[in-house]
């Protein structure tokens, strides 16, 4: 798996996401290109969503390994209804905010996330974190074919 925490890693990740159009069209599942980039925004950002306490339990409990493992994401896999982006997004905005996002964690490095605790997981190390934001990218950007 590509590490974000690197810059060829994360240059990866931002070359793929500048290869997106207002108008691309997704693969599968019900998000537009605009609100897919504010959802894979929020993975970045400390104030993003959150489920409620229950959930959040919940999610930990039964999805955790899934978010943070080694196997990729499977299509129109659930998301937390905290997560749903159902409201029109600016394009050129939401892929600023995602870019920035990955060159902020990128420049934070792996070490600033070694047993980091994440809002909904608990207290994860790097390998996890790294696997938090790679997978859930890879995932989204093959959603709309890059």
């Not at 964690?105 to 996330?113: A, K, N």
Request: aromatic residues 12%; contains cysteine; proline residues 3%.
């Amino acid at each position: 798996m590509k590490s974000i925490f690197n810059k060829t890693g994360s240059d990866e990740f931002i070359e793929r996401i500048n290869n997106l159009k207002a108008d691309t069209k997704g693969k599968w599942g019900k998000m537009e290109v605009s609100q897919m980039l504010a959802h894979c925004a929020y993975a970045f950002e400390d104030n993003s969503p959150r489920p409620k306490v229950i959930a959040r339990l919940l999610i930990r409990f039964f999805a955790k390994s899934t978010v943070v493992g080694k196997k990729p994401y499977k299509r129109n896999m659930k998301t937390s209804p905290a997560f749903i982006v159902k409201d029109k997004r600016d394009f050129e905005t939401e892929r600023t905010r995602l870019i920035k996002g990955i060159e902020k964690v990128q420049g934070l490095g792996e070490d600033y996330f070694n047993n980091r605790k994440h809002p909904v997981f608990g207290r994860m190390n790097s390998k996890e974190w790294n696997n938090f934001f790679s997978k859930h990218l890879d995932h989204h950007l093959k959603q709309f074919g890059v």
